[in-house]
């Protein structure tokens, strides 16, 4: 491998971060979408500027970046903020993942899908991004109970999509003739599994780091950490996302004496998350985004509806207010790598119609990436707006 262009695009790639993370923070737009768009214009849809030598750090890069989020996703669901908030993120999460999978599924079968593809595409749709929900929220510096509602749901979501999924293509299979219990027993090794390993590093983890240096993790100890619970995690074939997020919950729980349990972590995360969105922008196919055509559209228009729909009933059935009801499912929009996950194994497993799925998957993905940000900062900036002008007594927004 030639370096030299490599460490070229790498110092290029950072500076063109920076730009954007700059302008973010002047004109109020969230810096994820920015990023994509910066990585759309320098990839293969765009200058095509990227050498075929970056490509290898594409997955490091992602794989790194996510279980950071997913640690930072654990320490939401603090002990305190379960207590306040744990049946409201049960519900919500559970309502949005239901009425997501059966709205998609329902209204692709009617738009003449096969069964088996409609059931598919209806669980791909309950994933979402973790990493740029994070991102937009604490790019937008809101808080309280809203915020931590969100966080938790985005913690535990992917869980259910993962079990919505593999429930789905047992279900695709068995419509086809080739049914067996492979898909329920894998998402049951995928989440337990992973849950059991997130247990076995986050419990030894809360009681040794931030001996040396008391008060916090030293830089070693949380890369360390953080290296370790995704390599063992790729190496068992188990999810990543999950066992980051319940070994930081654990560490975050039982940590007592840390003063910044996470701090680190966070220091860490944003040079991975930056090279991240900006290569993950760089391989987006906008053809694919624009050859999905009418069934694409509404593959896009169902999942966007059935969230926010889904967000405003779970929001009613767990008491939360008619406000925060509003635009719950729509700070739930962001979509990406877990989902294109989803639609590769779907492809594997159903090779006849595998171009479908994955086109569709990808040209929503990309609508998702770019809109889900925008709407996620909207949605908890209008509520802590709205918060404010409660406590002010002013006429809420």
């Known amino acids: 491998m030639d370096l030299g262009p490599v460490l070229v695009t790498l110092g290029a790639l950072f500076l063109i971060g920076l730009a954007a993370d700059s302008l973010g923070r002047h004109t109020r737009l969230p810096r994820v979408t920015l990023l994509l768009l910066c990585g759309i214009a320098v990839g293969g849809s765009g200058f095509d500027l990227i050498p075929a030598e970056m490509q290898v750090f594409y997955d490091f890069l992602s794989v790194m970046a996510l279980t950071m989020v997913a640690f930072l996703l654990g320490n939401s669901l603090r002990r305190e903020t379960l207590a306040r908030h744990g049946a409201k993120i049960l519900v919500v999460s559970l309502v949005i993942v239901l009425l997501t999978f059966t709205g998609v599924s329902v209204g692709l079968w009617l738009a003449g899908l096969p069964t088996p593809v409609a059931l598919v595409l209806g669980a791909i749709a309950t994933a979402t991004a973790p990493e740029a929900t994070h991102d937009a929220i604490r790019q937008s510096g809101a808080d309280g109970p809203f915020v931590d509602v969100i966080l938790g749901i985005v913690a535990i979501n992917d869980a259910w999509g993962l079990l919505a999924f593999s429930l789905a293509m047992a279900g695709a299979a068995a419509l086809n003739g080739a049914g067996d219990a492979a898909h329920l027993w894998h998402a049951a090794w995928e989440v337990g599994g992973a849950i059991a390993l997130g247990t076995l590093i986050g419990l030894p983890a809360a009681?040794?780091?931030?001996?040396?240096?008391?008060?916090?993790?030293?830089?070693?100890?949380?890369?360390?950490?953080?290296?370790?619970t995704a390599g063992l995690a790729i190496w068992l074939g188990i999810s990543f996302l999950v066992a980051g997020m319940v070994a930081g919950a654990l560490i975050s729980n039982l940590a007592r004496h840390h003063d910044r349990a996470f701090d680190e972590i966070e220091h860490l995360e944003w040079p991975f998350m930056m090279l991240f969105f900006l290569l993950a922008g760089a391989k987006l196919d906008l053809s694919l985004f624009v050859g999905i055509g009418g069934i694409?559209?509404?593959?896009?228009?169902?999942?966007?509806?059935?969230?926010?729909?889904?967000?405003?009933?779970?929001?009613?059935?767990?008491?939360?207010?008619?406000?925060?009801?509003?635009?719950?499912?729509?700070?739930?929009?962001?979509?990406?790598?877990?989902?294109?996950?989803?639609?590769?194994?779907?492809?594997?497993?159903?090779?006849?119609?595998?171009?479908?799925?994955?086109?569709?998957?990808?040209?929503?993905?990309?609508?998702?990436?770019?809109?889900?940000?925008?709407?996620?900062?909207?949605?908890?900036?209008?509520?802590?707006?709205?918060?404010?002008?409660?406590?002010?007594?002013?006429?809420?927004?």
């Not at 040794?208 to 916090?216: A, D, M």
């Open 296 to 397: 694409g559209l509404l593959f896009i228009a169902l999942r966007g509806f059935t969230r926010v729909l889904g967000g405003w009933i779970g929001g009613r059935l767990a008491g939360v207010s008619p406000r925060e009801c509003r635009w719950m499912g729509a700070a739930l929009l962001p979509q990406a790598g877990v989902a294109v996950g989803m639609a590769l194994i779907a492809t594997q497993s159903f090779p006849d119609h595998g171009e479908l799925i994955l086109t569709l998957t990808i040209g929503a993905t990309v609508a998702f990436e770019l809109i889900g940000p925008v709407m996620t900062t909207l949605a908890v900036r209008r509520i802590s707006a709205g918060n404010t002008a409660d406590a002010s007594g002013r006429k809420p927004l």
């Open 207 to 228: 009681y040794l780091t931030g001996r040396l240096k008391p008060g916090e993790a030293l830089e070693s100890e949380a890369f360390g950490i953080v290296c370790l």
